[in-house]
Nanobody, 128 residues
Framework: QVQLVESGGGLVHPGGSLTLSCVAS????????MGWFRQAPGKEREGVAAITTPYNDRTIYADFVKGRFTIARDKAAKTISLQMNSLTPEDSAMYYC????????????????????WGQGTQVTVAS
């Protein structure tokens, strides 16, 4: 089993920045691929960014965050982070950390159904 705990959400003005963090506790399980997803009220969950292998840290981003968000992994600390810049109100959502015990191909990296473990989420609100 793997437990994921997110932190770092909050209220930020448009154009501002936030950094989300996710700590993985591998309680008998293992984590290879990790990613960030988000869900806004009334909308479907969507993949934001992912790191799919433990070795070369291949990163994948949704088109709507390319150039603004950066995902990174600290293997020793078993954490991933999501640096979010140039935030807009459209980025407001509950952000979830997810993990898989397997490496994922690029085509699956932002598909939530391929992840086994999920955190409780951290709220990001972008408003003036």
């Amino acid at each position: 089993q793997v437990q994921l705990v997110e932190s770092g959400g909050g209220l930020v003005h448009p154009g501002g920045s936030l950094t989300l963090s996710c700590v993985a506790s591998e309680l008998g399980g293992s984590v290879i691929a990790m990613g960030w997803f988000r869900q806004a009220p009334g909308k479907e969950r969507e993949g934001v960014a992912a790191i799919t292998t433990p070795y070369n840290d291949r990163t994948i981003y949704a088109d709507f965050v390319k150039g603004r968000f950066t995902i990174a992994r600290d293997k020793a600390a078993k954490t991933i982070s999501l640096q979010m810049n140039s935030l807009t109100p459209e980025d407001s959502a509950m952000y979830y950390c997810a993990a898989s015990p397997l490496g994922l191909p690029r085509a699956w990296a932002l598909n939530g159904s391929k992840y086994n473990y999920w955190g409780q989420g951290t709220q990001v609100t972008v408003a003036s």
